[in-house]
């Protein structure tokens, strides 16, 4: 049972239990990683794009974009908008299902934990300065190069003289663990609507031990900023013919 929309699905459900989960582990209490820093974090999130790519590629998916905003970048310099609904749709649930078992897999830790806000960046981001204009910037900037970057990594260009096709999820974490070193700080470095909304919804419905609010004052930006970055990309991406 592999379709492109299934393995789309999986491969972002992947992506946050990988991810959310190792925010989890740095930032709840009494867990054996707590307070292990950002550079865990961002190290963990690269991994977590390795294996979401290689599970959506197993699942159905060649595309493995497992991220609505990279999708639409495609899409604009393909100029094929077929698969944005039904992908940015899979990758939504995908990414819901996989924060509900974050929560399930560090159950207890919810209840140690008396921060409400730590517990809400385990599931999505939020910005260290809240300033709407510019956390919208740095996700449009972040999110333009992850497309960009990645795009130019397979070009023809590259493929020509470059590392063989099986590389192509560790050369895609590889630019998610750059962008969340070098650009991460401002806004957590969302760069992928599902990543953000899914986990998010999962967050306002979950019984989690202690939460506060959602922040759903904050929520438009790592959507629409994503969404900007990506279609700049793509836009760029066919005036170069890449």
């Known amino acids: 049972m592999t379709s492109p929309a299934f393995g789309e699905f999986i491969g972002t459900m992947v992506l946050i239990v990988l991810g959310d989960g190792v925010v989890a582990g740095v930032l709840l209490k009494r867990s054996k990683a707590e307070a292990s820093g950002w550079m865990v974090i961002a190290t963990g999130w690269a991994f977590a794009v390795v294996g979401g790519v290689f599970a959506a590629i ?3 998916s060649k595309d493995a974009l497992i991220n609505p905003a990279f999708t639409l970048g495609i899409a604009i ?3 094929d908008y077929s698969k944005f609904l039904p992908f940015a749709g899979a990758q939504l649930a995908g990414a819901f299902v996989g924060a509900v078992l974050v929560w399930v897999h560090y159950l207890p830790h919810w209840k140690e934990t008396p921060d409400a806000s730590a517990k809400l960046a385990v599931f ?3 910005p ?4 709407f204009g510019a956390n919208l910037i740095s996700e449009i ?3 333009f190069f992850l497309v960009f970057v990645t795009a130019a990594m397979f070009s023809k260009t590259v493929l020509k003289d470059g590392p063989a096709a099986g590389l192509g999820p560790y050369l895609a974490g590889v630019v998610v663990w750059a962008i969340g070193l070098s650009l991460g700080g401002t806004t957590g470095y969302a760069i992928n ?3 953000d909304l899914g986990p998010r919804i999962a967050h306002a419905v979950l019984p989690i031990a202690g939460k506060g609010s959602s922040d759903w004052g904050y929520a438009g930006i790592p959507v629409v900023g994503p969404l900007i970055g990506a279609s700049l990309a793509g836009l760029l991406l066919h005036v170069l013919h890449f």
């Open 77 to 79: 310099f393909s100029g």
């Open 58 to 60: 197993a699942c159905g």
């Open 193 to 195: 609507p599902a990543r």
């Open 124 to 126: 999505c981001t939020g």
């Open 141 to 143: 900037i972040g999110t």
């Open 128 to 131: 260290a300065i809240r300033s």
